[in-house]
């Protein structure tokens, strides 16, 4: 089993950066398909990036692709995410998943298995 705490959320203003991170524990983390999402009030949870167990693949929501970066430190059992260039509709509640039973990135909710709390990202006009 994989446990996720992600952290790193807060206010920035549009145009600025924030770097989000999740801390995950479990044997399995360095085998494990990274994940991050998001969601705001009344809406489904989307998917923004994603990456294989080795760092070597990497998928983008066509929303955020060239703006965020998703990045992992096996050896440190964490993943991060780099926003770059933030707008306001980049606000929303981000969530770190993993999936251990797959190679490939998954864009669906149902392709991952764990999930963080959460960590608030509110970006202002």
């Known amino acids: 089993q994989v446990q996720l705490v992600e952290s790193g959320g807060g206010l920035v203003q549009a145009g600025g950066s924030l770097r989000l991170s999740c801390a995950a524990s479990g044997r399995s983390f360095s085998r494990a398909v990274m994940g991050w999402f998001r969601q705001v009030p009344g809406k489904e949870r989307e998917f923004a990036g994603g990456i294989s167990w080795s760092g070597d693949s990497t998928r983008y929501a066509d929303s955020v692709k060239g703006r965020f970066t998703i990045s992992r430190d096996n050896a440190k059992n964490m993943v991060y995410l780099q926003m770059n260039s933030l707008k306001p509709e980049d606000t929303a509640v981000y969530y770190c998943?993993?999936?251990?039973?797959?190679?490939?990135?998954?864009?669906?909710?149902?392709?991952?298995?764990?999930w963080g709390q959460g960590t608030q990202v509110t970006v202002s006009s």
């Open positions: 998943a993993a999936s251990e039973r797959t190679y490939v990135v998954g864009m669906l909710l149902r392709n991952y298995d764990y």
